[in-house]
């Protein structure tokens, strides 16, 4: 089945600095990338995502990016706040209504 | 985006007794709904694919017998852990489907 790796588990940045969060992934079938941010006790919410028809996607100061050919696939976060210091998932489907498999996650602290 | 709920959303029981869960679209009917363990600073580990008017299929390792699911209706699904143990202490976490999951609040269980 597919298997998702994330990394870093943990990233610390300077306020207004860049973020990049990194994910790999197995099942050459999966076609569907989302990315979630989870607060602590929360419910993960939806920032982006990405279909493997697309390289490339970009909302706001969010941005994802999709190699096909190596089966991975990145969060980019650009002028952080302290409000975007939460825990990130990357997930991989065969669809968006298919199961989703989650990467491992990663904390991230944006310091003022 | 569409809205998910659960309830409870924190329970706190005895060794050996049995703890319903339920999840609701609010506003959407849901054909397929999942639930995932989330274990503390861990990720979202995916326990079974719940579909209406069928048997929920279970992901590997993952007791059928002791995590009861039933999707009654195109709005709800329930997860009852049966004779609950401490390491089913968990946060469990539902999502629907409409064009993309979205995520319950989640239930905090706590079993002594």
Redo the contacts between chains.
Sequence with gaps: GENVEQHPSTLSVQEGDSAVIKCTYSDSASNYFPWYKQELGKRPQLIIDIRSNVGEKKDQRIAVTLNKTAKHFSLHITETQPEDSAVYFCAASKGNTDKLIFGTGTRLQVFP | GAVVSQHPSRVICKSGTSVKIECRSLDFQAT?M?WYRQFPK?????MA?SNEGSKATYE?GVEKDKFLINHASLTLSTLTVTSAHPEDSS?Y?C?A?E???F????T?LTVL
């Design positions: 397929t999942f861990q990720s979202l580990m995916l694919t590997q946060f976490i999502s489907q064009n993309e999951q995520f319950g609040p989640g905090r």
